[in-house]
């Protein structure tokens, strides 16, 4: 008794069964609830699919198309307009006016779609693809339901869901108040986007440290004398109690995989706000696993998608990866609520990206780094599989660092006194190649993004730039917003001089409008690819 677990309880000796045994019956009853959940999930699913399809698929006929008419009505709107008819000749005449224009306002409810760009989108023309996408916002938006835009980086999420919400005050009447969250690398990009396409928009901005945050609530905020505010995931975590006292009809979320897991801070304070519809952009809807998808699913329909391990068990990854039945049902699952093009299916002018990979050798210092790096754990490596997990991470960045540029070592670089000069380029074997690449590119007149996952390096870099006379800008996660803004600007300028734009891969791959670049050097790549692909 003395050696008993603590909590260990007593069971009696008819219910002991052997931990591993599994009852076929029970496991068969299971299996069975799990499909009649599912075919219940894909019942709601086609119900969304059924309202909102129809107006999105159709092909109008003029550039606006208007169907007019009165909107059926629920059984029991039905009935209610008819108890307040009977009560209508009990009231006073001003009353009655006011009644009988809320009922004119309620059933002259239009369905809109458009052909081609709305009047109201002054600063160009949206492609017929983004006229599509569009439409299925708005069809999702007249039928109450909140979805995803997941577009492919560079279709242009931005300028539609801006074209949506001018919608909502150019032809419902509501101009807001909107909320959109974006990273704070994209805040200035967001900004000018708004005020190039649709002028009409009231946007502001809330950024800044503790006493600009408080100045801009008090006055511009509160007062109520805009539209959409503009703003970063750090300002919504530290001024949660102000947005809370909002009632926003559209909640925007930009780069939305920001939201995949459920239990972060994040993710629990836009749960708290109230709102009356949600939209999610993402480039990357699916990332690591299908959880994270779920995560997204619940914040927008928490009613359809309840169950995180209804979820998990109904599209079981484990066991089922691969599988053309596992695609299906995701596809089946998710038309209604997600909508998804690439550049190579709607955009055919564009020629086709061409992706170079350089494999290349390490430079003599490099090597005996790398020895060393190994050398001195030598017996971690050789523990047969019962290293410490974070120990071997270490190694693996130490190794990365090292396949990068030695001088990411303290000691490395020789000094002092210390100098920039060819060693800086001949003691790592990417550089040597990025130094004759940067050459010739600069020779045809190329404009360059060069991102790297460590700021350490891209001050290696910036020491490289200065010594070769090559202009530049740079932005990672330490650049401050007002710097971030005049460095894109300068960049995208014309007839700038700057050749190349240096930014940290995942403070610089969010949404950042850098389209007078031609070409993208990735100089060493995340662990997670989709962080690379969303950068390029």
């Not at 219940?40 to 198309?65: M, N, R, V, Y």
């Not at 801070?265 to 990332?287: A, C, D, M, W, Y």
């Not at 007149?445 to 790297?452: P, Q």
């Given at each position: 008794?003395?050696?008993?677990?603590p909590?260990?309880l007593?069971?009696?000796?008819?219910?002991a069964?052997?931990?591993?045994?599994?009852?076929?019956?029970?496991?068969e009853?299971?299996?069975?609830?799990?499909?009649?959940?599912?075919?219940f999930?894909?019942?709601?699913?086609e119900?969304?699919?059924?309202?909102?399809?129809?107006?999105?698929?159709?092909s109008?006929t003029?550039?606006?198309?208007?169907?007019?008419?009165?909107?059926?009505?629920?059984?029991?709107?039905?009935?209610?307009?008819i108890s307040?008819?009977?009560?209508?000749?009990r009231?006073t005449?001003?009353?009655?006016?006011e009644?009988?224009?809320?009922?004119?306002?309620?059933t002259?409810?239009?369905?809109?779609?458009?052909?081609?760009?709305?009047?109201y989108?002054?600063?160009?023309?949206?492609?017929?693809?983004?006229?599509r996408?569009?439409?299925?916002?708005?069809s999702?938006?007249?039928?109450?339901?909140?979805?995803?835009?997941a577009?492919?980086?560079?279709?242009?999420?931005?300028?539609?869901?801006?074209?949506?919400?001018g919608?909502?005050?150019?032809y419902?009447?509501?101009?807001g108040?909107?909320?959109?969250l974006?990273?704070?690398s994209?805040?200035?990009?967001?900004?000018?986007?708004?005020?190039?396409?649709?002028?009409?928009?009231?946007?502001?901005?809330l950024?800044?440290?503790k006493?600009?945050?408080?100045?801009?609530?008090r006055?511009?905020?509160m007062?109520?004398?805009?539209?959409?505010?503009?703003t970063?995931?750090?300002?919504v975590?530290?001024?949660?109690?102000?947005?809370?006292?909002?009632?926003?009809?559209?909640?925007?979320?930009?780069?939305?995989?920001?939201?995949?897991n459920?239990?972060?801070?994040?993710s629990?304070?836009v749960?708290?706000?109230k709102?009356?519809?949600?939209l999610?952009?993402?480039?990357?809807p699916?990332?690591?696993?299908?959880?994270?998808?779920w995560?997204?699913?619940?914040f927008?329909?928490?009613?359809?998608?309840?169950?995180?391990?209804?979820?998990?068990?109904?599209?079981?990854?484990?066991?089922?990866?691969?599988d053309?039945?596992l695609?299906?049902?995701l596809h089946?699952?998710l038309?209604?609520f997600l909508?998804?093009?690439?550049k190579?299916e709607?955009?055919?002018?564009?020629?086709?990206?061409?992706?170079?990979?350089?494999y290349l050798?390490?430079?003599?210092?490099?090597r005996?780094?790398?020895?060393r790096?190994?050398?001195?754990?030598?017996?971690?490596?050789?523990?047969?599989?019962?290293?410490?997990?974070m120990?071997?991470l270490n190694?693996?960045?130490?190794?990365?660092?090292?396949?990068?540029?030695?001088?990411?070592?303290?000691?490395?670089?020789?000094?002092?006194?210390?100098?920039?000069?060819t060693h800086?380029?001949t003691?790592?074997?990417?550089?040597?190649?990025l130094?004759?690449?940067?050459?010739?590119?600069?020779?045809q007149?190329?404009?360059?993004?060069?991102f790297?996952q460590m700021?350490?390096?891209?001050?290696?870099l910036?020491?490289?730039?200065?010594?070769?006379?090559y202009?530049?800008?740079?932005?990672?996660g330490?650049?401050?917003?007002?710097?971030r803004?005049e460095a894109?600007?300068?960049?995208?300028?014309?007839?700038?001089?700057?050749?190349i734009?240096?930014?940290?891969?995942?403070?610089?791959?969010?949404?950042?409008?850098l389209?007078?670049?031609?070409?993208?050097i990735?100089?060493?790549?995340?662990?997670?690819?989709?962080?690379?692909?969303?950068?390029?």
């Amino acid at each position: 008794q003395k050696n008993d677990p603590p909590f260990q309880l007593k069971l009696p000796p008819k219910a002991a069964r052997p931990e591993k045994e599994v009852d076929p019956e029970y496991e068969e009853k299971m299996k069975a609830d799990r499909a009649k959940r599912f075919e219940f999930l894909l019942k709601q699913t086609e119900l969304f699919a059924h309202f909102i399809q129809p107006a999105a698929q159709k092909s109008p006929t003029s550039p606006l198309k208007v169907k007019l008419g009165r909107p059926r009505m629920k059984k029991d709107e039905k009935q209610s307009l008819i108890s307040a008819g009977e009560y209508r000749h009990r009231r006073t005449e001003q009353e009655e006016d006011e009644e009988l224009l809320s009922e004119s306002r309620k059933t002259s409810n239009v369905c809109i779609r458009f052909e081609e760009s709305p009047s109201y989108v002054k600063g160009g023309t949206l492609r017929d693809y983004q006229v599509r996408g569009l439409n299925w916002m708005i069809s999702l938006y007249e039928n109450g339901v909140n979805g995803i835009l997941a577009d492919e980086m560079g279709l242009g999420k931005t300028l539609q869901t801006i074209a949506l919400l001018g919608y909502l005050k150019h032809y419902r009447n509501i101009p807001g108040p909107h909320m959109v969250l974006v990273p704070k690398s994209t805040l200035h990009n967001w900004m000018n986007e708004f005020k190039r396409w649709v002028p009409s928009l009231r946007a502001v901005c809330l950024i800044g440290d503790k006493d600009a945050r408080a100045a801009f609530i008090r006055d511009v905020m509160m007062p109520g004398e805009w539209d959409v505010c503009v703003t970063s995931y750090e300002m919504v975590i530290k001024e949660k109690s102000v947005f809370k006292k909002f009632n926003w009809r559209y909640l925007v979320i930009d780069e939305a995989h920001r939201i995949k897991n459920e239990k972060s801070k994040l993710s629990e304070i836009v749960r708290e706000f109230k709102t009356t519809n949600r939209l999610l952009l993402t480039g990357t809807p699916l990332q690591n696993n299908l959880h994270e998808l779920w995560a997204l699913l619940n914040f927008l329909l928490p009613d359809v998608f309840n169950s995180a391990d209804d979820f998990d068990s109904w599209f079981d990854t484990k066991n089922c990866l691969g599988d053309q039945k596992l695609v299906e049902r995701l596809h089946a699952v998710l038309k209604p609520f997600l909508l998804r093009r690439i550049k190579g299916e709607v955009e055919k002018s564009l020629p086709p990206k061409k992706e170079v990979k350089i494999y290349l050798g390490l430079s003599k210092m490099q090597r005996e780094w790398y020895t060393r790096i190994l050398m001195k754990d030598i017996d971690i490596l050789n523990s047969a599989g019962k290293m410490d997990k974070m120990r071997l991470l270490n190694i693996l960045m130490q190794l990365r660092k090292c396949c990068n540029h030695p001088y990411l070592f303290d000691g490395a670089e020789p000094g002092p006194p210390y100098t920039t000069d060819t060693h800086l380029i001949t003691n790592s074997g990417k550089m040597l190649v990025l130094d004759k690449l940067l050459a010739k590119l600069r020779e045809q007149g190329s404009r360059v993004l060069l991102f790297s996952q460590m700021t350490r390096l891209l001050d290696i870099l910036e020491d490289y730039c200065m010594w070769r006379g090559y202009e530049y800008c740079r932005l990672d996660g330490q650049t401050p917003h007002e710097e971030r803004e005049e460095a894109i600007d300068t960049f995208n300028a014309p007839n700038s001089s700057k050749f190349i734009f240096m930014l940290s891969t995942r403070a610089g791959g969010l949404g950042i409008n850098l389209a007078t670049a031609d070409v993208v050097i990735l100089y060493d790549s995340d662990w997670n690819p989709q962080v690379d692909l969303q950068a390029m």
